[in-house]
């Protein structure tokens, strides 16, 4: 059976993978601690756009301080890629966004990396890098 072909839970597994990427953006989207400390798996590091380095903790943070808050999240341009327990998703992350009063520029590309653990996808990974203007 081909990466694109497997199944889980009785869907495609690119299916389970895009609903869980539709349910963190939504959760990021609202900034909702609750939900997305349950999609984050507990080693998650998440790559900002200028290099630095959040823990889960961090990310977390970011929501609980109000420092961070969104207008509109999506992903957008998304492909999925399966490789057994792992699916690694590239997209333009698209926000309008503002973090301790300063605008967040809105788009960039981003790759996000999915475990499944114990049946349930969780969120490992995430590296964004700005979309410079032409590219």
């Given amino acids: 059976m081909s990466a694109n072909t497997q199944r889980f839970e009785g869907e495609p597994v690119e299916n389970e993978v895009r609903k ?7 959760a990021e989207r609202r900034g ?12 998650f590091v998440g790559i900002g756009p200028r290099g630095f ?25 998304t492909r999925v ?3 057994r327990d792992t699916a690694v998703l590239t997209a333009r992350q698209v926000a309008k966004a503002t973090y301790r009063g300063q605008g967040v520029p809105g788009q960039f590309r981003a790759t ?11 969120l490992a990974g995430l590296h964004l890098s700005p979309i410079m203007e032409g590219a």
């Fill in 20 to 26: 869980f990427a539709d349910a963190w953006t939504a």
């Fill in 32 to 43: 909702d601690t609750t939900a997305l400390g349950a999609l984050l798996a507990d080693d």
């Fill in 81 to 83: 890629r399966i490789y």
């Fill in 53 to 77: 380095m959040l823990t889960k903790e961090d990310w977390l943070a970011r929501h609980r301080s109000g420092d961070l808050k969104y207008e509109s999240f999506e992903l957008a341009d």
């Fill in 112 to 122: 996000l990396v999915f475990v499944r653990d114990a049946g349930r996808w969780l």
